[in-house]
């Protein structure tokens, strides 16, 4: 880890509450591992707004209570396994800011987020007002140090999931974000489509090999780079449907196929509709 880090940390200035991160030597303990973690959206405000960049870690109701204006009933991890790690990018001019965390991986010895931030592009916002971007996960309870990086944000990503109209119940609709070193689980897609970057997710520790599966993508799909297209009628008669997300470098293609084997349907789309379904089955062992 010691190598990864020397490449990839860059100083920035995130305090928790008054004190600096400490991004000194770095040790080197083992193999690098992602970390399970996942997403936390609250709906209470912050008593009061950073002047800078900052970290919080939230290690209790008790803290909870102390920094967070209270917003009715909320579901709170278990403290006594859980922590919540929150990145405040510091006010901005406008809105269109954004910070996110996109992975988080550890050694023996010390855990680093990576985390990427946007600024509004040609001068597009929706708000002509200070704002305050943050991102909120949960991770496992660790006494290891915390190291931050700036890294690019992810553009180059695949969704795969399958769906049903008369759907109920937890995880009915699988969907998987398989990406080059993690892959998330979105557990609670209920309104189909989504916005992904929306839905709550959870990162897993499995590392997939995204590469081998973009190499089972058939050409006719390839060809398809930025555009929607529907195979058959999914879910016409309630036999559900399957979905892929392609992004490449934030072009995004995507596709449902009918679980059916329609006409319109090639030989080379029904393969990759079985490997889709693969994946999803994989995936959800690994959850």
């Given at each position: 880890?010691?190598?990864?880090?020397?490449?990839?940390?860059?100083?920035?200035?995130?305090?928790?509450?008054?004190?600096?991160?400490?991004?000194?030597?770095?040790?080197?303990?083992?193999?690098?591992?992602?970390?399970?973690?996942?997403?936390?959206?609250?709906?209470?405000?912050?008593?009061?707004?950073?002047?800078?960049?900052?970290?919080?870690?939230?290690?209790?109701?008790?803290?909870?209570?102390?920094?967070?204006?209270?917003?009715?009933?909320?579901?709170?991890?278990?403290?006594?396994?859980?922590?919540?790690?929150?990145?405040?990018?510091?006010?901005?001019?406008?809105?269109?800011?954004?910070?996110?965390?996109?992975?988080?991986?550890?050694?023996?010895?010390?855990?680093?987020?990576?985390?990427?931030?946007?600024?509004?592009?040609?001068?597009?916002?929706?708000?002509?007002?200070?704002?305050?971007?943050?991102?909120?996960?949960?991770?496992?309870?660790?006494?290891?140090?915390?190291?931050?990086?700036?890294?690019?944000?992810?553009?180059?990503?695949?969704?795969?999931?399958?769906?049903?109209?008369?759907?109920?119940?937890?995880?009915?609709?699988?969907?998987?974000?398989?990406?080059?070193?993690?892959?998330?689980?979105?557990p609670k897609v209920v309104n189909f489509p989504a916005a992904f970057n929306k839905t709550d997710y959870k990162a897993l520790i499995f590392r997939d090999d995204y590469a081998a599966f973009?190499?089972?993508?058939?050409?006719?799909?390839?060809?398809?780079?930025?555009?929607?297209?529907?195979?058959?009628?999914?879910?016409?008669?309630?036999?559900?449907?399957?979905?892929?997300?392609?992004?490449?470098?934030?072009?995004?293609?995507?596709?449902?196929?009918?679980?059916?084997?329609?006409?319109?349907?090639?030989?080379?789309?029904?393969?990759?509709?079985?490997?889709?379904?693969?994946?999803?089955?994989?995936?959800?062992?690994?959850?």
């Amino acid at each position: 880890m010691k190598s990864l880090i020397s490449i990839m940390l860059v100083v920035f200035s995130l305090y928790s509450c008054s004190d600096p991160i400490d991004s000194g030597d770095t040790q080197n303990c083992g193999n690098v591992r992602n970390v399970a973690y996942e997403s936390f959206n609250y709906c209470g405000q912050l008593k009061e707004n950073p002047t800078k960049p900052i970290y919080l870690l939230i290690n209790s109701t008790e803290e909870m209570q102390q920094k967070f204006n209270t917003c009715g009933t909320v579901t709170l991890p278990d403290f006594t396994q859980k922590r919540i790690l929150g990145l405040l990018a510091g006010p901005k001019p406008t809105g269109g800011y954004n910070i996110k965390i996109q992975s988080v991986i550890e050694d023996d010895c010390q855990i680093l987020v990576q985390y990427s931030e946007k600024a509004p592009t040609d001068g597009n916002s929706e708000t002509q007002a200070v704002t305050y971007p943050a991102d909120y996960v949960i991770l496992p309870k660790s006494t290891k140090p915390i190291l931050f990086s700036k890294v690019y944000d992810v553009v180059d990503y695949a969704i795969v999931g399958t769906y049903l109209g008369q759907c109920s119940g937890a995880n009915c609709n699988p969907f998987f974000r398989i990406e080059n070193y993690k892959v998330l689980q979105y557990p609670k897609v209920v309104n189909f489509p989504a916005a992904f970057n929306k839905t709550d997710y959870k990162a897993l520790i499995f590392r997939d090999d995204y590469a081998a599966f973009l190499l089972k993508v058939p050409t006719e799909i390839k060809n398809l780079k930025g555009q929607t297209k529907t195979f058959g009628a999914p879910d016409d008669h309630d036999q559900g449907g399957v979905y892929l997300e392609w992004s490449q470098a934030g072009v995004v293609t995507k596709i449902y196929l009918d679980t059916d084997n329609t006409t319109d349907q090639t030989p080379e789309v029904i393969a990759f509709k079985k490997v889709i379904q693969d994946k999803i089955a994989e995936l959800k062992t690994k959850s």
